[in-house]
Structures are given as structure tokens and as C-alpha cells.
């Protein structure tokens, strides 16, 4: 027996061996294994909960229970209900316009900063103060910036002798809309500027003076070199930009809570408030799992339609 | 958001305490008439709303102390904004992990109920001992003849107003009919005083004078059976009256939250808004000399009576509740029923400064009534108001109807002109109907 013992111990550590040693050599059982704690991540914090919304929004669940499962009857109920398409039609709205100013504002921004301006660090370092600063300070800044009765721009307006009233900010829903996205510009601008600042920069010096000894114009470098050298971080950057306005929630919350009237009731805010205060989680699920076509739809267009590879190649689309 | 956290641990001499401390062994001797017994070395985490005036929360931990140290357990108390206390209680349900005790707001426990530890000893003990619970409480705290929750009182929504406005508009006190009570806002517009009430997202502010406005022409929501009722002629009523109480408000009262009406009035902006009694606090303990002057000429008055004849008020009520996953629950409820005994709940009255108003109607003599005169409004906030689910019953549709702001959105409609007030009726009632269908 002990020297059967002895004679099968080297075999097995041999086959242990060996085993070890195609899991060594194999690039994609080891890449899998490496993969696995980021996997685990983002199963855990990621699909999970996603997964567990989107059942969630075929159930009738409220506080307190898990809830049967109803099928599509929260997204009809959502299709008859005029608050909800006033949500939508809201967070299209505030997407739509928000992000088209920053993504302006912060080119022209991007591309100021880009030129030898004195203090260039010290400048670029205070550019980027809104978008540090926490959300919900700079919502509360707004809060008192748009006060009807404390406003700083009414009280500055009264001072010059401008206007004689107040200034009913979040008062009525143009006004109010136009008051959440101006607030949403003023945060999201550093994000667009700094991003795009750091594509400029990648830009190597030749191509332009190149172009410039062949007499292009300010206008066709920026058109025919600035620009499409751009665009693969633009494709990125507005894509990360549309997903956080469409997603916002924070500002309308300090804001506006989404009223008056719910002219400001974003899907995202108005998720919360059927969800959590009012307690219908599945509705609140599929409202907010109805957002994800109008992301997948948002990503798609800034993806494909601003990465145009060919374009980039100094070839036609 | 801002937590407010104190640890409260038991001293090593708590037997000492228990000892000397006479106050404790009468309290004792009561609750072991109820049989509740704290668990050895029980551990309590209770979360409730951050206080509106600082002797509330001062009074509540100390108190909380004293009972910890006498009973040899461990109580923690966190403070959080009281609207976010409610998704803090809707997901310790959900999850069925968190505080032991939640104190929320209106029917959130009648959200759960299934959840919650049944506390019908401890509030037919309170209720036999303090000549019962007004009835109010009752619709609040009870869920199918067993009580579910305790009812803390609530805070109390009166006209808080500068007297020598009202006078200066012609006067002598607040109206106690509606008809007169618009007559007084448009003397008041008329002198550049002007009244205000949030028409905003305010879920405190706006719900309550919304409500009221609603309750006093004989609208509501639905009826006792449940049924939407809201589309109706009473309601119109209501929404043409509150067009014309608007007209003569402070401009911006559309966009404004909870904190809002403080700030306009505390600054001068407005003389007449609806709110707790932390306007006039906050100014009698104001170091500046303008904020003391001010807190002189601060009176408070109820809601007047409308067409309905009756006080129809809405304030926001508090509720403490126990979860069924706590492992301590007799600690728990020994801890409520502490906390609610005369000798503990009308000094923290006191120290409130009568923010909350009593649910036991023997602590209608609290001293806190009648020390300041300017507090008395307040006293009888609980007996005459109803309750948010009013006239049906109170559940999930009932806080959904208050979340989704429906019947503050209708008299916001009305008042921005965006609905005639029939429309307005008419598509808050659809609302409702949605939420009652559900």
C-alpha cells in the first residue's frame, strides 16, 4: 500500500503540473479568469439591478410587497397617461436644447483655451468649477438665483432700472423650462470644454501649418482638420453628455420638484416620485426602464452618426 | 441631505440611575402592566425627521438618553429631512433591513402594514391613560381594528400673519369665513402687504392650504367608498375661490417649495402665509433686533370655516412604527410608550414650542397652550383636521393622490391660467382615477 502510495503521488502532482501549465499557456482561460471580479462587478451592481427594474416594471409591486406579475399593464397605464408623455416630451426638450448648448458653447470654449492665453492652467482650472462643485450646490445656488423674490439678476435688473417687478423665474412653464436648462448648460459645459480641450491637443501643429502654406483659411482649418480630427472624441463626449441631461435629476429635484404644473417633470424625477413617495414601484420601474429606448436611440445617433470612419480618413462617407 | 446622528450608550451605572432617578420606577411599574419587557441589551436604531425647531431635538435625546440609561440598552436616533424619511421607510419595508423605529409622515405605514409590528397595547394602553386618541389618529394609526403605528400629532398648520397688517387692511383679527378671509387677501394686495401660499411642489405647504381650500367648499378626492368623486361642482367652487385668492398674492407663489414661504415672510415680502409655528420661532430667536420686532407683530390664527360649515384643515402628521424585522420589538415599543407618557412628551411639547400638536386629548392642558398665547392656534390642530385620504380610505392611493401633487397641480392649473377651473377638475380627477384604479 505505501509504495502504491508513493508511486500515484508524483503521477497526480505531474497531472496537477501539466494542468497548470495549459491554464498558463492558455491566453483565454486566463483572460477569463482575469475577468472575472470586473464581470462580478458589474453583474453585481450593473445587470442586477437593471434586470431587477425591468421586472419590476412588469409587476404591480408596491412598498412593502414583491408584487404579481402583470405583464405590459404598467406601460399601458403609462401610454393613457398625460403626465407621463408631458414627462417625456419634457426630458426630450431639455436634452435636446441643453446639450446642443453645451456641446456649442463648450467647442468655443475648447477652442479659446486652446490658444496661448495668459495663465493658461490657472484658467482652465477655474473652467472646470462648475462641474465640480457637487450637483446639488450649484442646484442650490440656482435656487436663490431664481427666487422670485431674492433674485440676484431681479434685484440687479431693479438696480438699473431695467424692469420694476420680479422676475417669476420657475413661475410659469416656459419660463421654467428655460430656467432647469440654462442651470443644466452652466454645469455641463466644463465637462464638453475640458474634453474637447484635451482632443485639440492631440491634434499635431503640422497639419495646420501645412494648410496654412497652402493658403487655407482659418474657417477651412478648423472645417477640414480641427474638426474631423475631433470628431472621435466628440462622438464619445456628446454621447456621455446626452446621457447625463437625459438622465438628470438632481438639478429638477432642488429646483423645481418638477412643477409648476409638472412643466418640468423630467422621466427621471418623475420615476422617483411615483416610485418612492407615492409608493407604486412598478409603475416607477417602467417609467424608468421606458427611458432606455430613448437612450439606446441617443447613443446610437451620437455613436454612428458622429464616428464616421471614412470621414476621418480624409475619404468621402 | 444632511444627517444628524447621535449615539446614545449605556452608561455603567445604569443600575445607579435606575436607583436613583425617581421619575423612572413609576414608568416602569406602568409598563410592566403592558407586560413589555426590553430585551437584554437590546439595540434600537430609530430614525425620525430633523427637527424644525432646535428644543425639539435637544428635549427628544435627552429624554431618549434617559431611557436608554435606565434600561440598560442602546438607542440610536438619526435625524433626516422629513420627506426624506419617507423613501428611507419605503425601502427598509421593501428590503426588510433598517431602523427598528421610523417616525414618517401621514399614511406611510398604512403603505405596509404587513410589515409592521401591531402596537395596539401600547396605544390602547396611552389611549385608556390620556382620554383616548382624537379621531383623526385613529384613521391614521389603525389598519383593519389593530393599530399599526403611533400617531406623534402633527404639525400644525396655522395663518401665520403680521397683526398690524391685518389691521392696517381693516382687520381687527383673520376672518373666520372664507368669504371675508378673500376680502381681507385683497385689502392686503391692495395695501402692498400681499398674502402668499405655495402653489409649487411643496409638499408640506402646499398640500395643507390646498387641501383645506378643496375640503371647506365640500370637494374631495373621493368618497368613503373609495369611488373618485373629485369632477364636481363643490370642487369648481373651490378652484374659482382659490383664482381669486391668487390674484392677490405675492408674485412667484407658483414655483414655491416648502421653504419658500418662510424666507418671503421672514424677509417682509409677505404677511400672510400658512405654515408651522417655526416662522414665528425662528424670529423670536433671531439675534438680529429687526427679526425681534418682527416676531411681535407675528400672530397666528386657524383656517377659516367655508361653505361646508366645519373646520376642514390638513396638517402633516407624524407616526412612529416598529418594523416586524427588528429584533427587539418589545424594547421598541416600550420606547414609544415612554416617549408618549404625560411626563415625557408635554415637556418635549414645551421644548418644541408646540411645533407638534398632541394626539392624546388629555395633553390639551399642556402648558405650552397657553404660556405663549401665540401658540394656542395651534393646540387643536389635531382634533379638527382630516385626515389625508379623507373621504375614503387611507393606503397607497391615498399617499400616491399627495406625491403626484393632484390636487395642488389642479388649483396651480387654475391659478397660471392654463385650465378653466372645470378642465382643471375634470383632468384631476382623471388623475385620481388612475391612481384609485391601480
Excluded at chain 1, 107 to 135: E, H, S, Y
Excluded at chain 1, 250 to 271: D, F, K, S, W
Excluded at chain 2, 202 to 213: L, P, V, Y
Excluded at chain 2, 312 to 324: D, P, R, S
Aim: aromatic residues 12%.
Amino acid at each position: 500500500m505505501t509504495v502504491a502510495a508513493h508511486g500515484y503521488a508524483p503521477a497526480a502532482s505531474d497531472r496537477w503540473r501539466r494542468l497548470a501549465l495549459a491554464f498558463s499557456d492558455s491566453r483565454n482561460l486566463l483572460g477569463l479568469v482575469f475577468m472575472l471580479p470586473a464581470a462580478a462587478l458589474l453583474i453585481v451592481f450593473l445587470a442586477y439591478p437593471l434586470g431587477l427594474g425591468l421586472w419590476l416594471g412588469f409587476t404591480d409591486a408596491n412598498l412593502g410587497s414583491t408584487g404579481r406579475f402583470t405583464g405590459i399593464a404598467n406601460y399601458l397605464s403609462l401610454a393613457g397617461d398625460p403626465v407621463y408623455w408631458l414627462s417625456v416630451s419634457n426630458t426630450i426638450l431639455y436634452t435636446v436644447i441643453a446639450s446642443a448648448a453645451k456641446f456649442f458653447l463648450g467647442l468655443w470654449l475648447a477652442l479659446l483655451l486652446n490658444q496661448n492665453v495668459p495663465f493658461k492652467a490657472f484658467v482652465r482650472a477655474i473652467v472646470l468649477l462648475p462641474w465640480i462643485v457637487p450637483t446639488v450646490l450649484s442646484a442650490i445656488a440656482f435656487w436663490w438665483i431664481y427666487d422670485t423674490q431674492f433674485s440676484v439678476i431681479t434685484w440687479a435688473l431693479k438696480g438699473l432700472g431695467l424692469i420694476d417687478g420680479s422676475i417669476d423665474f420657475l413661475g410659469n412653464g416656459t419660463n421654467a423650462r428655460i430656467s432647469v436648462i440654462v442651470a443644466n448648460v452652466w454645469r455641463g459645459i466644463p465637462f464638453v470644454a475640458i474634453s474637447l480641450l484635451a482632443g485639440l491637443q492631440t491634434i499635431p501643429g503640422s497639419l495646420y501649418e501645412a494648410a496654412t502654406l497652402d493658403g487655407a483659411s482659418s474657417y477651412q482649418r478648423f472645417r477640414y482638420i480641427t474638426l474631423p480630427m475631433l470628431t472621435p472624441i466628440i462622438a464619445v463626449v456628446m454621447t456621455f453628455s446626452v446621457l447625463f441631461t437625459f438622465t438628470d435629476f438632481q438639478l429638477i429635484y432642488v429646483l423645481t420638484r418638477g412643477g409648476p404644473v409638472n412643466t418640468t417633470h423630467l422621466m427621471a424625477t418623475l420615476a422617483f416620485q411615483r416610485a418612492i413617495p407615492g409608493g407604486r414601484l412598478g409603475e416607477g420601474a417602467a417609467l424608468a426602464s421606458s427611458m432606455i429606448p430613448f437612450l439606446v436611440a441617443a447613443v446610437m445617433f451620437s455613436y454612428y452618426g458622429l464616428q464616421r470612419r471614412k470621414w476621418q480618413q480624409g475619404t468621402r462617407d | 441631505m444632511t444627517n444628524r446622528r447621535d449615539v446614545i450608550k449605556l452608561g455603567a451605572g445604569a443600575g445607579l440611575v435606575l436607583g436613583a432617578g425617581g421619575l423612572i420606577k413609576p414608568r416602569r411599574a406602568a409598563a410592566q402592566s403592558l407586560n413589555l419587557k426590553p430585551e437584554p441589551g437590546a439595540k434600537l436604531r430609530v430614525l425620525r425627521w430633523k427637527r424644525f425647531v432646535q428644543g425639539d431635538e435637544v428635549n427628544w435625546l435627552a429624554t431618549t438618553k434617559k431611557y436608554a440609561d435606565a434600561n440598560n440598552i442602546e438607542i440610536r436616533v438619526d435625524s433626516e429631512n422629513w420627506e426624506d424619511v419617507r423613501p428611507k421607510a419605503a425601502v427598509a419595508a421593501q428590503v426588510g433591513s433598517g431602523p427598528d423605529i421610523i417616525i414618517g409622515t401621514n399614511d406611510d405605514p398604512q403603505k405596509f402594514p404587513s410589515k409592521l409590528v401591531d402596537v395596539s397595547d401600547v396605544a390602547e394602553y396611552l389611549g385608556a391613560k390620556y382620554g383616548g386618541w382624537y379621531d383623526v389618529c385613529k384613521r391614521y394609526g389603525q389598519r383593519d381594528g389593530k393599530w399599526i403605528a403611533l400617531p406623534m400629532g402633527a404639525a400644525g398648520a396655522c395663518l401665520v400673519h403680521r397683526k398690524s397688517h391685518i389691521q392696517k387692511a381693516g382687520f381687527e383679527e383673520i376672518p373666520k369665513d372664507t368669504a371675508n378671509f378673500l376680502k381681507l387677501c385683497q385689502a392686503l394686495h391692495k395695501n402692498g402687504t400681499p398674502a402668499g401660499f405655495a402653489l409649487g411642489h411643496a409638499t408640506g405647504d402646499g398640500n395643507t392650504w390646498c387641501h383645506w381650500a378643496l375640503w371647506s367648499h365640500g370637494g374631495m378626492v373621493v368618497n368613503p367608498k373609495n369611488e373618485v368623486v373629485l369632477d364636481s361642482p363643490e370642487t369648481v367652487a373651490a378652484l374659482e375661490y382659490v383664482k381669486q385668492l391668487y390674484a392677490t398674492f405675492v408674485p412667484g407663489t407658483l414655483s414655491w417649495l416648502d421653504p419658500s414661504n418662510n424666507k418671503a415672510f421672514l424677509s417682509g415680502e409677505c404677511s400672510l402665509t400658512n405654515n408651522g409655528i417655526s416662522v414665528y420661532y425662528a424670529a423670536k430667536t433671531s439675534d438680529a433686533p429687526a427679526m425681534q420686532e418682527m416676531a411681535k407683530d407675528i400672530y397666528h390664527a386657524n383656517f377659516p370655516v367655508g361653505p361646508v360649515g366645519r373646520p376642514t384643515e390638513f396638517n402633516l402628521m407624524f407616526q412612529a412604527f416598529v418594523f416586524q424585522y427588528t429584533k427587539f420589538p418589545n424594547a421598541a415599543k416600550d420606547y414609544l410608550r415612554f416617549m408618549w407618557e404625560r411626563e415625557q412628551f408635554v415637556p418635549w411639547m414645551e421644548a418644541s414650542i408646540g411645533y407638534v400638536s398632541h394626539p392624546l386629548k388629555a395633553y390639551e392642558d399642556a402648558p405650552v397652550w397657553t404660556a405663549d398665547p401665540k401658540a394656542t392656534p395651534y393646540r387643536d390642530s389635531v382634533k379638527v383636521m382630516l385626515d389625508n385620504g379623507y373621504s375614503g380610505t387611507l393606503g397607497e392611493a391615498s399617499a400616491a393622490v399627495i406625491s403626484d401633487f393632484v390636487v395642488v397641480d389642479m388649483f396651480a392649473s387654475v391659478c397660471a391660467g392654463s385650465a378653466s377651473p372645470k378642465e382643471a377638475a375634470k383632468a384631476a380627477a382623471e388623475k385620481a382615477k388612475r391612481i384609485y384604479k391601480a
